[in-house]
């Protein structure tokens, strides 16, 4: 836990010297650090391939994007054709020509 130590040894820093602007920036980007680190433990996402991991969920994510709104399209695409079928049949059985299906 090196982060740990450094952390440990400015906070110990900025009490006996007071803490003057670049013991305080360091001190922040050492405890970010830490935090990130010890989030992506928690997360399981420490390992080596977790870069892996993270790339095969957004492809997957990335294809249900894209299938969903293939679906979306879909559908639109029959509802309108099913809509103009209607209008279509409906104009022809007010010009007359539902009497000769009959």
């Known amino acids: 836990m090196q982060n740990d130590e450094m952390l440990a040894r400015l ?9 003057d602007l670049v ?24 390992d080596p391939s977790a870069q892996d991991d993270i790339d095969d969920l957004r492809e997957l994510l990335r294809a249900w994007r894209d299938a969903k709104a293939s679906a979306w399209k879909a559908a639109i695409t029959w509802a309108v054709r099913g809509v103009l079928a209607l209008l ?3 104009i022809a ?8 299906v009959a």
Do not use: H, P, Y
Request: hydrophobic content about 50%.
């Open 23 to 46: 013991t305080l920036r360091a001190i922040i980007e050492e405890a970010t650090d830490s935090g990130a680190k010890r989030v992506l433990d928690r997360l399981g996402l420490a």
């Open 88 to 90: 279509l049949v409906s």
């Open 93 to 100: 059985m007010r010009l007359g020509f539902g009497n000769l």
């Open 11 to 19: 906070v110990a820093q900025a009490e006996g010297d007071g803490a």
